[in-house]
């Protein structure tokens, strides 16, 4: 595997038309096409996630399914523009296995990761954002380092050069796969307040 190459002088709509062609590591072979990250140049907020699942994959739009269903109803509580971000993934081609007629979601591996992080890098200082929200530990642990614990450290803002703000919550695939709907209201009631306190910080709140 090798990194993705970043193309010289770079924008959005290059890397994005780069990242089309991509073969730095092997899923380009399973994935239907690259989900290249989606929102204006000068968002305020970038949220980076895993990887496309299966409706991305299909649709080539990142968090176009039903975890993107819940962030953005979160987004709305928390007070957080949707049209103010920026939306990516660590890794931009769907990783999965056959289970039947589906696709099951595979966690992409460390070269995987490292393929794709030039582009993110990329992404990163071209938006310049005034937040950056990890979502779910392989994000985090991407761009925070591997010591960094979701479990433990949601919702709190580390230093970094990254963006000026820095945090990280849950994926919110993972309030989809909570057993039951009182776990998933509770589940959902505390990324609605991990987002709203990046909405806060925005606003010059504490």
């Known amino acids: 595997m090798s990194a993705a190459p970043v193309p010289p002088r770079p924008s959005l709509p290059k890397l994005r038309a780069a990242a089309k062609g991509c073969r730095a590591c092997d899923l380009w072979k399973r994935g239907t096409q690259t989900v290249f990250g989606e929102g204006p140049a000068d968002a305020d907020v970038m949220f980076v996630g895993e990887q496309p699942g299966n409706d991305e994959d299909l649709a080539g739009r990142p968090f176009v399914g039903p975890a993107g269903r819940i962030l953005a109803q979160a987004l709305e509580q928390a007070g957080i523009d949707r049209r103010r971000t920026y939306i990516t993934n660590a890794v931009k081609h769907f990783k999965w296995e056959p289970r039947g007629k589906r696709r099951i979601h ?4 460390s070269a995987e990761i490292a393929a794709c992080r030039p582009r993110l890098d990329a992404e990163l200082a071209l938006v310049h954002p ?3 929200v990890c979502l779910g530990a392989t994000a985090a642990q991407a761009l925070l380092g591997r010591s960094f614990k979701v479990t433990r450290q949601r919702g ?9 703000l820095v945090t990280a919550t849950v994926h919110p695939s993972s309030i ?5 709907p009182d776990a998933r209201r509770a589940a959902m009631k505390e990324f609605i307040r991990d987002l709203t306190a990046v909405s806060r910080r925005l606003k010059g709140k504490r």
């Open 176 to 180: 989809l796969r909570e057993p039951d």
């Open 156 to 164: 709190t803002f580390v230093e970094s050069p990254l963006a000026p």
């Open 130 to 132: 005034r937040a950056l």
């Open 106 to 109: 595979a966690k992409p591996n």
